[in-house]
């Protein structure tokens, strides 16, 4: 088990992380979510060893790892640039970390034919690395990564360099592998589908901090703040204020704002919700369709999965069910 407690790193006179706790358990798939500058990176070299904590404690099945050096701490690492040997066959590339660790010549050829088939590259073990496309490129990097079974593998920001259809799917294979070997995992990217697809527990962080974490179907269900709600794509975030004057749905407690759920509205009479339908978007099994309130409320984005689609022009009265009335705290910035 992972455990980071009361972490704390900067740069100079930048603070990258301001006194973070953090645990992971074994086999469990974390990922680090967030944008740009958060401090995601730094948390995960703090970990790897590549850089040093100003307070706080790193450790693994309860050893401080502050006096670990980074190559006896049985993690593993794999960044974007795969840092792979351009003109090394993809056997010698996976094999690296096994000769690095000296293991028997037998016992290298026999992990690496495993791994290889692990990830999906049997029969390219004697290609160059030249030789392979993007996505194969990444298959080597994560065969080398988890060739020496490492306690916990990091990933930063692996997927960065290929294209979304391509990240989709080697993210989906990517979890299902991890999962298989049962690896612990720590996942930095900024992507949420990609942490949501990937994680068992997403962990969002805010300017060195954590802003909130849990399973992708809890920050799905619940984001508790306005950051939380914006950062994983919600729509229909409204100041308190606003949502009071507009006659729409508060919920009880403290909140500065509210977020409508775009599937949770439907066609009522008595709803709360009047407006004119400025735009309709296909998507495949439902509609997105604009409507604008009266002034001076804000417009609202609601999914349409009912028949007739409502037409550009029409208006509405719509009702929301409590489930999609969501409370979050913060203001915008
Ligand atoms: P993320 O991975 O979420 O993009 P980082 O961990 O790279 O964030 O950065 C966190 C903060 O630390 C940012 O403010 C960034 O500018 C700063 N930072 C990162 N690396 C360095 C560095 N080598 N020197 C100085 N400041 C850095």
Not at 190 to 204: K, M, N, P, S, T
Not at 258 to 264: F, H, K, L, S
Request: proline share 5%; charged share 25%; aromatic share 6%.
């Amino acid at each position: 088990m992972l455990e980071i407690s009361g972490l704390k790193a900067c740069y100079e006179d930048v603070v990258a992380i301001h006194h973070l706790d953090l645990t992971i358990e074994k086999g469990e798939i974390v990922c680090l979510l967030g944008p740009s500058g958060c401090g995601k990176s730094t948390l995960l070299r703090v970990v790897a060893g590549l850089e040093k904590a100003a307070a706080g404690v790193v450790s693994w099945d309860d050893e401080d790892l502050a006096r670990v050096r980074v190559h006896s701490r049985g993690f593993g690492l794999m960044f974007q640039d795969y840092a792979l040997f351009p003109h090394r066959t993809v056997e010698a590339n996976i094999a690296f970390g096994l000769e690095m660790h000296r293991r028997p010549k037998p016992e290298i050829a026999a992990r690496v034919s495993e791994v290889m088939a692990i990830v999906g590259l049997e029969g390219y073990g004697d290609r160059t690395i030249g030789q392979l496309s993007g996505g194969q490129q990444q298959r080597v990097a994560l065969a080398r990564a988890i060739a020496p079974s490492p306690k916990l593998l990091m990933f930063d920001e692996p997927l960065g360099a290929l294209d979304r259809n391509m990240r989709e799917r080697l993210v989906i294979e990517l979890h299902d592998i991890l999962t298989t070997l049962g690896t612990t995992a720590l996942y930095v990217t900024h992507d949420q589908e990609e942490a949501f697809a990937l994680a068992d527990r997403v962990v969002l962080m805010r300017d060195g901090r954590i802003e909130q974490m849990g399973s992708p179907a809890e920050l799905w269900a619940r984001p508790r703040t306005r950051f939380a709600a914006e950062f994983l794509g919600f729509r229909n975030i409204i100041d308190v204020q606003t949502a009071k004057e507009c006659g729409w749905p508060v919920p009880e407690g403290e909140t500065d704002a509210v977020v409508y759920r775009p599937d949770g509205f439907e066609e009522s009479e008595t709803g709360a919700f009047k407006g004119v339908v400025v735009s309709r978007t296909y998507r495949g099994d439902h509609f997105v369709v604009r409507i604008s309130p009266t002034d001076p409320a804000p417009d609202l984005l609601i999914h349409v999965r009912w028949q007739p689609v409502p037409e550009l022009g029409q208006e509405l009265r719509l009702t929301i069910d409590a489930e999609s009335v969501i409370p979050v705290v913060g203001n915008a910035e």
